[in-house]
């Protein structure tokens, strides 16, 4: 790892996720920090940067469960070299394609007009909020995923070593501790 | 919405630093006036329905995964939910110890993450400070010695966690009447040696959230509003975070419920849907609708507990009762101040949790006979969770409601964006300092809202799904009425 080389630059989003794939990214702990001389943070809920520009890599967390989602995860097929689907979510859709046996209509029906205690029971429906999906997606469904880290979440472990490859400019390699499915 | 067309629209969106997603609009006239402030919260996950129809004994695994900061806290709510079908209403001491320690360690990491990853560069740098370097790469920059205790407190939170749930995040700990398996020796002897160290960096961080509060005056105007308050306490009146009863206070001080039941709270809390968020708006129903809501979390508890039961965080939280005279403390920002507090009896109840010779201990299940209900009530780090479930004959799950801590604190966080646009921008060019402002008021809070929006502009009404062939995979379009239909 050369200090002369330019920074790798990542950017980081969670879609239909939990947050628990950037939890485990910073259980990196303290070995995130000699990282920070290879590596920048573009768009990430850990800055300020609302929008994604020029990357070498981005880390996918969660699936697709609303328009929004899918526009996240457009704005950084084309703005990154390197697109990581991260976690159960991202690959298969997770917890939150639980909802694929219901119908949509079932499920807001159950939170906003149904439920215990509901006072002014309507369906939200502002033109603020973005456009909900009849069906939860994995990402690789909406675009070209160049590798995929499996686990919920995966280990910081993995992050490490998928990370170390990239700035080393080597195919990372997981050996089978590393490639988690719980 | 139609009056919102004279106006311009301004959004933040995605909020940031915060976990999960939401965003604020401002709507404002010809000459920069505030006409509407707002923060929406656009998670959809539909929870409640999905879970119809699974057994019992998966919930507690299922909804951890609703939050990834915090899923021991879902986890919990729901083991205490279940305990009550199975028909337990004690745990075994060393599996209610088990349980405490677990909880004081996810809160410790929550804390930590919430002041040291993500709220710090405010606080350090100032609200409209350069946004290249205001977030936890510049901290660590600017702030070395500061930024490795940061990680270091949150990576202890989650050694503990990890040595109880078999994982830092998603973990096995909870089973139905008690706990799935003892911590080793060596485990609590491991944790045991660095809690010293840990206790003091919480101290330091309480030191350092009282200094920035107390000379700043504009951090004590900041978004400060009187609410009313809501949380746990023990039987006794301590701060408690795993078990205990509700407390409801007026903004005035006055008592409006104190140790009830939570089991009950059915009675006492209602929730409004506003059309313009996915998240509804809860409020006390003794109050009603308009002055009923209220705030939860670190500032609420650390107001509404009587003491603290360890030495140093007690010290701390009459020094924080002091600087309101005894009062409650309405300042926003104060929140940061009650949070590290809060830490700091987490890491000192660590340490007593680990030098009790009961948490080794192997008596981890208890059995009872099956209920139709269970509701089960915590401090999460974000203030109260509500789980209630009702099960069928077969021990699947029929109706399931939950009160997320943050839902809680959705009328206060408006509010604050309300008030802060108000003070700081209404009338100004808008700069993406000032804007920050806003941010740093929902941040006070520490929202997790676990999903994701990314728009600008006018909604589509029509979206499509393409693969990477470029032909389309779903095809959606929305109706005036709201209704969502499939177009392929």
């Known amino acids: 790892m050369s200090k002369t080389a330019p920074k790798l630059r990542i950017a980081t989003t969670s879609l239909a996720g939990c947050f628990g794939c950037h939890m485990s990214f910073l259980d990196m702990d303290e070995r995130l920090i000699p990282l920070l001389e290879h590596i920048a943070f573009d768009r990430s809920p850990l800055t300020d940067i609302k929008h994604c520009g020029p990357c070498d890599v981005g880390i996918i967390e969660g699936g697709l469960c609303n328009a929004d989602n899918v526009h996240v995860l457009k704005e950084f097929r084309e703005n990154c070299r390197i697109l990581i689907a991260v976690g159960a979510c991202a690959i298969n859709g997770g917890v939150p394609a639980m909802r694929n046996h219901f119908s949509l209509r079932e499920c807001l029906e159950e939170s906003y007009l149904d439920g215990l205690g509901v006072d002014n029971p309507v369906i939200p429906d502002d033109a603020e909020l973005p456009l909900l999906l009849n069906k939860v997606h994995p990402v690789h469904e909406a675009v070209q995923i160049d590798y995929f880290l499996p686990g919920c979440p995966p280990p910081a472990d993995a992050f490490v070593e998928v990370l170390t490859a990239l700035i080393e400019g080597r195919e990372p390699s997981l050996p089978k501790n590393m490639l988690r499915y719980d | ?488």
């Not at chain 2, 969106?13 to 999960?20: A, I, L």
């Not at chain 2, 700990?173 to 911590?183: D, T």
């Not at chain 2, 507990?305 to 009762?321: G, H, M, S, V, Y």
Request: aromatic share 8%; hydrophobic share 40%; with cysteine.
């Open chain 2, 1 to 488: 919405m139609s009056k919102s067309e004279n106006f311009r629209r301004i959004a933040i969106d995605p909020v940031s630093r915060v976990e999960g997603h939401g965003k604020i609009t401002l709507l404002l006239d010809a000459d920069n006036h505030v006409q509407e402030a707002r923060f929406h919260i656009v998670e959809f996950r539909g929870f409640e329905k999905f879970i119809q129809g699974r057994p019992y004994e998966e919930v507690p695994y299922f909804v951890q995964r609703l939050c990834g900061i915090c899923p021991v806290s879902h986890h919990l709510g729901a083991g205490k939910a279940v305990d009550q079908l199975v028909g337990v209403d004690a745990l075994t001491p060393t599996a209610t110890k088990l349980r405490r320690l677990l909880h004081f360690g996810q809160t410790l990491q929550s804390h930590a993450l919430h002041f040291f990853h993500l709220s710090s560069p405010d606080l350090l740098f100032g609200f409209g400070s350069n946004p290249q370097q205001r977030n936890i790469v510049g901290i660590i920059e600017a702030y070395p010695d500061l930024a490795l205790k940061g990680v270091k407190l949150r990576k202890f939170g989650q050694q503990v966690i990890a040595a109880i749930a078999g994982k830092r995040i998603h973990g096995a700990a909870a089973l139905p009447g008690g706990m799935n398996k003892p911590l080793g020796e060596d485990e609590r002897r491991q944790l045991l040696a660095g809690i010293d160290e840990i206790i003091g960096w919480c101290g330091e961080a309480v030191t350092l959230n009282e200094k920035i509060h107390l000379e700043h005056p504009e951090n004590q105007r900041f978004a400060k509003m009187d609410s009313n308050f809501l949380s746990m306490v023990a039987a006794d009146g301590a701060l408690e975070i795993y078990h205990g009863g509700l407390r409801a206070r007026k903004s005035d001080g006055s008592t409006i419920f104190d140790h009830l039941d939570y089991r009950k709270y059915f009675e006492v809390i209602r929730e409004e849907v506003r059309p313009w968020s996915y998240m509804k708006f809860p409020y006390l129903t003794a109050l009603g609708r308009e002055t009923g809501w209220y705030r939860v979390g670190p500032l609420s508890r650390v107001n509404n507990c009587d003491f603290i039961n360890t030495p140093l965080a007690e010290t701390a939280r009459q020094r924080f009762k002091a600087y309101a005279n005894g009062g409650l403390v309405q300042d926003t920002l104060a929140y940061h101040w009650a949070r590290m507090i809060e830490a700091l009896h987490c890491a000192e109840s660590i340490k007593q949790l680990l030098s009790d010779p009961e948490i080794t201990g192997t008596d981890l299940i208890v059995h009872g006979e099956r209920q139709q209900e269970g509701i089960g009530v915590i401090e999460a780090p974000r203030g109260t969770l509500f789980h209630h479930y009702r099960i069928d004959e077969q021990g699947l799950i029929e109706k399931a409601n939950l009160i997320v801590s943050t839902t809680s604190n959705n009328q206060a966080m408006n509010e604050s964006v309300r008030a802060v646009a108000n003070s700081y921008l209404d009338g100004q060019e808008i700069t993406e300092g000032l804007l920050n402002h806003l941010e740093v008021a929902v941040r006070a809070y520490d929202p997790c809202l676990s999903c994701a929006t990314h728009a600008l502009g006018k909604m589509p009404l029509q979206v499509e799904l393409i693969d990477d062939s470029g032909s389309v995979v779903d095809r959606l379009s929305k109706s005036s009425y709201g209704e969502i239909e499939r177009a392929i």
